[in-house]
């Protein structure tokens, strides 16, 4: 088992330096201009939805897909409504949109708590149930048969609105929408990821408003927040684009562009490490912006659109589009983090994906499935703050239950 466990860690540290060299590649612009709309890979080709264009203009109903072969756009079937401040999901080859700002400046500035459902091979839109609360800037993830959406800017909560901490989930197969597990601080333009068994969140703005570096992990299974669980990022940031890529053994985080807490853009880009619980730092971006729209496809991280600056006086997205040599964009023999739930192994030899499978109870010091994802020690479940957690970070301890204040 050990060999096995030094040629996993020999090929992660090989696959980590051959990807630090590679560098951005300008491909096929944008057909338009455009920041906070959200880029989705189908596994075929690339969808750019939504967005703004100006800072005094209402956002746009206008989508763009990607063909990576011709390196062409061509513009599909429009929103059913405008959206920006978006953060899309696909799954079975559908794509949600739930809900996002339709005019944040002026009077009256509106939002949307429309809920569109685009079916890729028909190039049409749906409209699902409503999202209980409308809101932009929040975040939304695909677990285990749901859609996760939490955070966000609350327009209609006191007279300045509110940034969010609320949670919904969706239930795909039901069609039905539920209230989850409030976040354990409200959190807006932030960053998140799926990482099994838990969906990390990083940066964005926090009530104050606050720039945060906050990295932290929600469990759905459980429905506790875990801060401590992910190593905070090196600066606060919000803004900011991701998508994960996977190596052999590992699962790593890109963090692309954003705003820093002066409000100024960066051309940083950061990678997480989630079997090292470290953040390196990899080629800067062409260009400082924030609100980009990222995604993983065919093993690369492209970046498309996103904003220099954000004053009434001309704020225009930009076309740029780019890529970069990145990983698989699905999990690979020996990762440590999965989209799914690994097999349980019933031979009592701990087996499964990197970690404890709780049939003889080593490994994990309160015999739940917690620590399978390449963590070492403690899953904070058992009110010690022990060994690292799920996503690498230094484990908090859980006194009253959560110890990240939830």
């Known amino acids: 088992m050990k060999w096995m466990m030094m040629l996993i860690a020999m090929l992660v540290a090989v696959t980590a330096v051959s990807f630090a060299f590679a560098t951005w590649e300008e491909l096929e612009p944008l057909p338009a201009g455009r920041y906070g709309g959200d880029l989705v890979s189908d596994g075929f080709s690339l969808f750019y939805i939504g967005g703004g264009h100006q800072f005094d203009e209402s956002a746009r109903d206008e989508v763009y897909r990607y063909n990576p072969v011709l390196d062409e756009w061509d513009e ?3 929103l059913l409504g405008k959206l920006g401040g978006i953060d899309a999901v696909y799954d079975g080859g559908l794509i949600y949109v739930p809900g996002g700002y339709v005019a944040n400046v002026g009077s009256p500035a509106t939002w949307s708590n429309k809920f569109y459902i685009y079916n890729v091979a028909a190039d049409s839109w749906s409209e699902g149930p409503d999202v209980p609360l409308a809101r932009d800037g929040y975040g939304a993830v ?4 749901t859609i996760l959406v ?19 989930v969706y239930d795909i197969g039901t069609g039905t929408w539920d209230q989850d597990v409030d976040m354990s601080i409200g959190r807006w333009e932030g960053t998140y990821w799926v990482v099994h068994p838990g969906v990390g969140v990083a940066g964005g703005v926090t009530p ?3 720039v945060t570096d906050n990295g932290t992990v929600f469990l759905p299974d459980s429905g506790v927040w875990m801060d401590g669980d992910m190593v905070d990022l090196p600066e606060p940031v919000s803004g900011a684009a991701s998508a994960t890529i996977y190596t052999p053994g590992n699962a790593n985080l890109y963090f692309i562009g954003g705003r820093a807490a002066a409000a100024q853009p960066v051309d940083d880009v950061r990678m997480y490490n989630v079997a090292a619980a470290s953040w390196q730092d990899i080629e800067t971006y062409p260009l400082p912006l924030f609100f980009i729209a990222a995604a993983c496809h065919a093993g ?14 001309g704020t225009n997205g930009v076309t740029l589009h780019t890529r970069r ?6 999990p690979v023999s020996g990762s440590t983090t999965t989209t799914t739930i690994p097999p349980d192994d019933d031979d ?19 015999g739940d499935d917690d620590d399978f994802l390449g963590g070492t020690g403690d899953d904070d479940e058992d009110d010690d703050d022990e060994g690292q957690s799920s996503l690498g970070g230094n484990a908090g301890s859980n ?8």
């Open 76 to 78: 599909m079937e429009p």
């Open 142 to 145: 695909v677990f285990d048969g």
């Open 150 to 168: 939490m955070g966000g800017f609350n327009p209609y909560v006191a007279a300045t609105g509110i940034i969010d901490d609320g949670m919904y």
């Open 208 to 210: 104050g408003p606050t």
């Open 300 to 313: 690369f991280v492209h970046a498309v659109g996103g904003v220099s600056n954000w004053t009434p006086d």
């Open 325 to 330: 040599a990145a990983g698989s964009c699905t």
């Open 348 to 366: 009592g030899d701990d087996d499964t994906a990197g970690g404890d499978d709780d049939d003889d109870g080593d490994d994990d010091d309160d």
């Open 399 to 406: 006194s009253g239950g959560c110890g990240c204040g939830c």
